[in-house]
């Protein structure tokens, strides 16, 4: 266990379906991540949050919707996805942005 | 932040020194250079980082050239559970860690 707990471990979805993505992380620590990482492909970075606020949006497509409720729990709303989305999302906490990270065991997404 | 270059992947046979480079020739002064390792799919493991010292923890040695456009990391004795891939990234102590291809080490009995 890392501190950082994703779930769930794996997940299969249709197109036409609304899943969330869930991260908690028991650190005590003020920012989180989003990564995907696509088979055969560096991690990606989606979104960051600091103290609860989107800080960054790397140009990801609507159909994935973050929400940070508070500084421990992040989620990702999933709708409407296609099957290239499916990857291994990875949630990341850290005490600063560039501070060390320690990420979850992530979430492997099969979208069919 | 800078770019990185590491090699594809490299082997190591089991009980040596893995050494793993890496070349950052456009690196800030306010940019740190840190080592992150990914064993497969799980998520990435933080190692080491450093700003202009060798550094070294209960994992692995950082060595960071004087001019600071390269740096190595140097396990000291790979063992089989060693094998992965390992990421150097460069970033300001305020920045975002972008990951590259990184370097996959394979330890060999």
């Known amino acids: 266990e890392t501190g950082v707990t994703q779930t769930p471990r794996h997940l299969v979805m249709g197109m036409t379906n609304k899943k969330s993505l869930k991260c908690e992380q028991h650190l005590g620590h003020n920012a989180m991540y989003w990564y995907k990482q696509s088979a055969k492909k560096p991690l990606e970075l989606m979104f960051v949050y600091n103290f609860k606020e989107q800080t960054e949006n790397n140009s990801v497509p609507s159909r994935f919707s973050p929400e940070c409720p508070n500084s421990s729990h992040l989620f990702l709303h999933l709708h409407t996805l296609q099957p290239e989305d499916s990857a291994l999302y990875l949630c990341a906490s850290s005490q600063g942005e560039g501070t060390g990270y320690t990420f979850g065991s992530g979430t492997r997404l099969t979208v069919v | 932040d800078a770019k990185t270059t590491q090699p594809t992947s490299m082997d190591c046979a089991e009980g040596r020194a893995a050494n793993l480079p890496c070349n950052h020739s456009?690196?800030?002064?306010?940019?740190?250079v840190y080592w992150y390792r990914q064993i497969h799919s799980q998520g990435p493991q933080y190692i080491i980082h450093g700003l202009k010292n060798n550094e070294t923890n209960e994992m692995a040695s950082l060595i960071i050239t004087e001019d600071r456009k390269s740096s190595t990391l140097i396990l000291p004795h790979a063992t089989l559970r060693d094998t992965a891939v390992y990421y150097c990234?460069?970033?300001?102590?305020?920045?975002?860690?972008?990951f590259g291809q990184g370097t996959t080490l394979q330890v060999k009995p």
């Open positions: 456009t690196i800030s002064g306010n940019e740190y």
């Open positions: 990234i460069v970033s300001r102590n305020t920045g975002k860690l972008i």
